[in-house]
Structure formats: C-alpha cells, structure tokens
C-alpha cells in the first residue's frame, strides 16, 4: 500500500485519538495496540517516512497516559468517593428520585392504613413487637428495644440485616425493576405503619428524635439501594442504541458501585443504632445535631455535591 493511501485510510482516526482525551483505562489500551498496529506496518514499509515518526509520538503520548492512568489507579479508593460514586448520582438522579417518590408513597399507604386498620400495626409489625413496646411504654421506656442486647452485639447484626437487605433490594433489580419497586412498597409501608403507632401513643416527636437518630442514614440507605436496583433494570427495559445485553452490562457495573457506595452508609447507621440511639436520655440539642448532620450530609453528597460536579465538567468543556 503506498503511504498517501495508509494516510488516507487511517488519519481520521490518528486524529481522534489525539484530540478526544479518555481517562478510561480499556478504551487507552484498545487505542495504544491500535497504534502501535499502525506504527508496525509504517516501521516496515515507510521506515523513515514522517508518517513513522508521527506515529512513534502518538504512541509514546499514549503509552504515557497508560502509565498515568495505572498511577491514578493507586488512588482509586479516594477517586471513587470523591468523584465516580457522586457522578453516578448525577448520572441516575431519576432513578433516585422514583425511589424516594416510591418509598413516600408506601409509608403514606402504611400510615393511613395503620389510622384506619386497629389490625394493621400488628399485621405489619408483629404481635410480639406491639406487645412488647406497649410494655416498654407502660414501663416509661417505650424505646427500650435498643437496650436489650449489647451494643458491639446489636451493630453487628443490624449491620449484617441491613447489608443484606440493600443487596437484595439491588440484585432484584434484574427482574426488570419490578424488585425494587416491591420491595420500596413492604418497606415503607412498614416504616409508615410504625411510625404512626408512635404518634398514635403520643409519642412522635419522641420517636422522631430517638428513632432517626439512626434512621436517617438507615433510610437513606434503602432509598439508594432501591435507585441501584432501578438503575441495574434500566439497561434491560432501555438499551437505547446499544445491544440488550451491552446496556445491561453497563447497567450493572454502574448499579453495582452505587449498591457498594452504600456500605458506609449502612455501617455508620449500624453505629448509631447499636451504640447511640439506645441513649434515649440524650441532651435534646445532641439527638437533634445527630439527626441534621446526617440529613445534610445526605442532601449534599447524594444531591448537591453531584450536582457541583457535574457543572465544574461542563464548564471544563466549553472553555
């Protein structure tokens, strides 16, 4: 082949992997062995020609940003906090906001219920938990359910219980987005439910104060987790222009680092359950402080930060 025609057939192609920047590892590595593919053939045939050493450069510069990017790699842990899992918010804010609305709408349903139906709390609750906590009220400790194992005993379990139910809640993602769904619904009618027995009682702002010490972030965790399962469904029900299976795949890794963006989240809740919120004789300023940063740290890193993010990057690249 004469050179004017290699150039021909492939500079396009030289010229986008110079101007459009990647940081993504596969697709620098598809590039270099391109590259260097290139750079063989015009060795072979056109040792000395100027198409040689261009293509020599842009195969050093991509070696380069290989290297760089295996650097960056180290780093991964604070990248991955810092920026991938908050553009993913971004990216599924839909999915998180179906959850929410989902998760709302059940405890809405569990309330009302629970005001209509004397049955419901018990149905919902169980016998022995309602009779348990009437006891405890009677007593004048109606929050002493926290109290009644050890606290290392108690994160354990709960943290355990919790990771357990964030993963089933992603994973049943993959019946297209039906699990998730169903299991927002049985969970917030149960937190509505319960909720309401308390206010029922006169016990609300009580119940708020003790209760979402830990609930705020316990919550919180659901929710995501609900979005994650809606997001690894998404990629079945919506493929846009790739393949089923392709979007699924993406679908997944992308559902897959939100549902393990959680594991804090539910291990500081845990925390809170097992070691704080059975205090209940906690200063009111204290279980109030406890309660709003968590819901602020929610808001701005699920929320706001994202959203930051996002703008910094298209303003990168208009300039």
């Known amino acids: ?8 057939q492939n500079s396009e192609k030289w010229k986008r992997y110079q101007q459009m920047r990647t940081e993504n590892s596969d697709e620098l590595a598809e590039r270099f062995i391109d590259i260097t593919n290139d750079l063989a053939y015009a060795n072979t045939f056109y040792p000395k020609s ?17 290297y760089k990017n295996k650097k960056e ?4 842990f604070i990248t991955f906090w810092k920026t991938e899992l908050p553009v993913l918010f971004y990216t599924y804010r839909k999915q998180l906001l179906y959850s929410l609305l989902f998760f709302l709408l059940s405890a809405s349903i569990g309330a009302l219920s629970a005001k209509y139906d004397d049955s419901f709390v018990r149905l919902i609750l169980g016998d022995g938990y309602v009779n348990m906590t009437n006891e405890n009220i009677a007593k004048g400790d109606p929050f002493g359910v926290y109290k009644r194992q050890g ?13 357990y139910v964030s993963l089933l809640m992603f994973v049943s993602g993959i019946f297209l987005s039906i699990g ?12 509505g439910a319960f909720e309401y027995y308390f206010f029922s009682k006169g016990l609300g702002l009580e119940s708020v104060l003790t209760i979402w010490i830990h609930g705020t972030l316990e919550i919180s965790g659901i929710i995501i987790a609900g979005a994650a399962g809606l997001v690894l469904g998404h990629g079945l029900l919506f493929p846009k222009t790739y393949t089923r299976f392709q979007a699924f795949k993406n679908s997944a890794k992308d559902g897959t680092k939100i549902a393990l963006g959680l594991i804090p989240i539910i291990l500081v809740a845990a925390f809170f359950e097992g070691f704080i919120t059975r205090h209940t004789e906690m200063p009111l300023f204290l279980s109030i402080s406890i309660l709003a940063v968590s819901l602020l740290f929610i808001i701005w890193y699920v929320i706001l930060y994202p959203s930051k993010l996002h703008k910094h990057h298209q303003t990168i690249e208009n300039a």
């Open 1 to 8: 082949m004469r050179e004017a025609l290699f150039v021909k």
């Open 50 to 66: 100027k198409t040689t050493a261009y293509l020599n450069g842009l195969a050093a510069v991509l070696h380069q940003s290989i």
């Open 151 to 163: 606290e290392m005993e108690m994160f354990l379990m709960i943290a355990a219980n919790n990771t």
């Open 73 to 76: 790699d180290r780093n991964r």
């Open 180 to 191: 998730p769904v169903f299991f927002m619904l049985r969970n917030g009618v149960m937190i």
